[in-house]
């Protein structure tokens, strides 16, 4: 059986839509689409409002809420069965969010298991046969591994990667 | 620079002493070494008593304050100048250690970045040239690397592995 990593902020989660909510919140206006696309959501503010948003990130709950893809749960319930699936997620940046992380995933994945879950910092150590993920970064160091791009607002210019735009789309290619 | 993953619990941590801490504060009587050598903890104590020990674990700082093993800080610290080095432990199982973990990393060794944290479930996620590690079973998926097997009380009939007893011997062999 192949083991996947599937990523969770901006490929199972909409992370983004969260964190404009929260700027709304703050500074009183949402971002467009258009605002970010082709863009980190830190690049798309002013200048001075980007710090706010790792304030954000590090808050308790804040990962907690996420809305979460749609078929991504179906989808990732066949996945289960096909593939040795582990949900790996850079998340150590935010020590706040890793409760909120194994919650969440425990919410929606309750066919996963505990031992499906990695928290980690650097992708580096994490190898693969599979990976599905919205950073390119997160590919680079992978031996023999078969990528897909998730597709999300900062990642629309990469082009050297094969691209998945929605879970309907993960499902026809690896299921 | 070849990677290297270190364990957390009964590798650099020491979880077995604060468990029979909290196992004497909680039943009156603290395990003696005679009791826990060649045991898990759970198995030395009657079986009545073995459920209360992942309530321990479980328990929001019980993770934060173990003792660290001597000399442990000195030699991550030099083998951070030769290795890409991870420190990767399976916490998944108490997420309430989560942040506890990363505390702790960052109390003794602020000399790590967060980037090298990894909290998994189960090791097989994780590939490096060399891994030290308390537990058999997370070496038996490595390709090619070096493992060192660290001396706890429930390993001490494995045979199979080569061994380190402490940190001194680790800095022998690795650096």
Same mark, same amino acid.
């Given at each position: 059986m192949k083991s996947l990593a599937i990523d969770m902020d +901006?490929? /199972?989660?909409d992370t983004v839509k969260e964190i404009n909510r929260w700027y709304e919140r703050e500074f009183g206006v949402a971002l467009s689409e258009e605002e970010l696309h082709g863009k980190e959501f830190r690049n798309a503010v002013p200048p001075g409002h980007s710090g706010m948003i790792k304030t954000f990130l590090n808050t308790p709950g804040f990962f907690r809420h996420l809305e979460i893809y749609p078929d991504a749960v179906e989808v990732v319930r066949e996945l289960n069965q096909k593939y040795k699936v582990f949900i790996v %997620?850079?998340? /150590?940046? $935010? =020590?706040? %969010?890793l409760k909120d992380k194994t919650e969440w995933l425990g919410e929606y994945f =309750? $066919? &996963?298991?505990? @031992?499906q879950y990695c928290l980690c910092?650097? @992708? %580096?150590?994490v190898q693969t046969d599979l990976m599905i993920d919205d950073r390119t970064r997160n590919f #680079?160091? &992978? @031996?023999d591994a078969k990528t897909y791009l998730y597709t999300a607002h900062h990642n629309?210019? +990469? #082009?050297a990667y094969e691209r998945v735009n929605n879970w309907k789309e993960v499902a026809e290619k690896l299921l």
């Amino acid at each position: 059986m192949k083991s996947l990593a599937i990523d969770m902020d +901006e490929t /199972m989660a909409d992370t983004v839509k969260e964190i404009n909510r929260w700027y709304e919140r703050e500074f009183g206006v949402a971002l467009s689409e258009e605002e970010l696309h082709g863009k980190e959501f830190r690049n798309a503010v002013p200048p001075g409002h980007s710090g706010m948003i790792k304030t954000f990130l590090n808050t308790p709950g804040f990962f907690r809420h996420l809305e979460i893809y749609p078929d991504a749960v179906e989808v990732v319930r066949e996945l289960n069965q096909k593939y040795k699936v582990f949900i790996v %997620s850079a998340a /150590m940046e $935010f =020590p706040n %969010s890793l409760k909120d992380k194994t919650e969440w995933l425990g919410e929606y994945f =309750p $066919f &996963l298991n505990w @031992k499906q879950y990695c928290l980690c910092g650097d @992708k %580096s150590v994490v190898q693969t046969d599979l990976m599905i993920d919205d950073r390119t970064r997160n590919f #680079t160091h &992978l @031996k023999d591994a078969k990528t897909y791009l998730y597709t999300a607002h900062h990642n629309v210019a +990469e #082009t050297a990667y094969e691209r998945v735009n929605n879970w309907k789309e993960v499902a026809e290619k690896l299921l």
